[in-house]
């Protein structure tokens, strides 16, 4: 009778053991998952975090003065471009102007009809769309766009030979122009950032401080931050 309740005491302690080791296994290899999925998890949050602080991946933005161009003047301008790496971006800015223009016809010749001399001095928002084309700092530059300006404006108007009747008209108003832009730019990753071009600009003298066609240089000197 002892021999056979201790017969069934080592069968009842082999099973406990067995069912012990399973469990240890079990738990065992349940932490160990635990542990590689939050190595994996910790480790994929670092390729994430890695991926989005990549400089390649990250915005260019340049704060720069720019002398003449869309500014019709001398002011201060930001550019960036829409998402990392993008060929397209834009600019905005606000400059001061302060100048004078005549109407009166190819190489300033009389025409006969009068002329009308207008001096002004105000406030331009550059704002333009551009493209910049090029894999390395060196850049070529393409942009269109608009300069709106507030302007105080006194207007002369000489209708005769060589100074006739004259109408006056002074007052500060809302104008605007057209505005093309292609040039050079120096766009590294950080650091110093340089333009240089050409600025086509279309207005009509009634709604704007020139008339037609007005080319004029463009000149920037900035940072870049990212």
């Known amino acids: 009778m002892c021999n056979w309740n201790k017969s069934k005491c080592s069968v009842k ?3 406990l053991r067995e069912i012990a080791c399973i469990l240890i296994t079990l738990l065992t290899f349940t932490n ?6 939050n190595i994996k998890l910790c480790h994929c949050n670092s390729e994430t975090t890695c991926v989005n602080s990549k400089p390649d991946e990250l915005i260019s933005r340049n704060l720069f003065v720019e002398f003449f161009g869309p500014s019709l003047g001398i002011g201060l301008g930001y550019d960036q471009r829409f ?3 993008s060929v397209f ?3 905005a800015g606000i400059a001061y102007t302060n100048g004078s223009v ?3 016809g190819y190489w300033g010749a009389y025409d006969g009809d009068g002329y009308r001399y ?4 105000g406030v331009t928002l550059p704002l333009e769309a551009n493209a910049i084309f090029g894999n390395r700092a060196s850049k070529f530059e393409l942009g269109i766009g608009a300069t709106p300006c507030i302007l105080d404006r006194n207007e002369r108007f000489y209708s005769g030979w060589p100074h ?3 109408k006056t008209k002074d007052g500060v108003r809302l104008n605007i122009f057209g505005t093309m832009n292609i040039g050079y730019r120096l766009q590294r990753k950080s650091g ?3 333009r240089i071009g050409l600025t086509f600009m279309v207005g009509d003298i009634d709604c704007s401080p020139f008339d037609g066609l007005l080319c004029m240089p463009n000149l920037s000197f900035g940072y870049t931050i990212r």
Do not use: L
Request: aromatic share 18%; glycine share 8%.
């Open 13 to 15: 302690s082999v099973k």
């Open 32 to 37: 160990t998952s635990a542990k590689d999925n």
């Open 83 to 85: 998402k990392p790496n």
């Open 89 to 91: 971006g834009f600019r």
């Open 102 to 104: 005549d109407d009166t």
């Open 118 to 121: 207008v001096e002004f001095k």
């Open 164 to 166: 006739g009747s004259v």
């Open 192 to 194: 110093f950032f340089f």
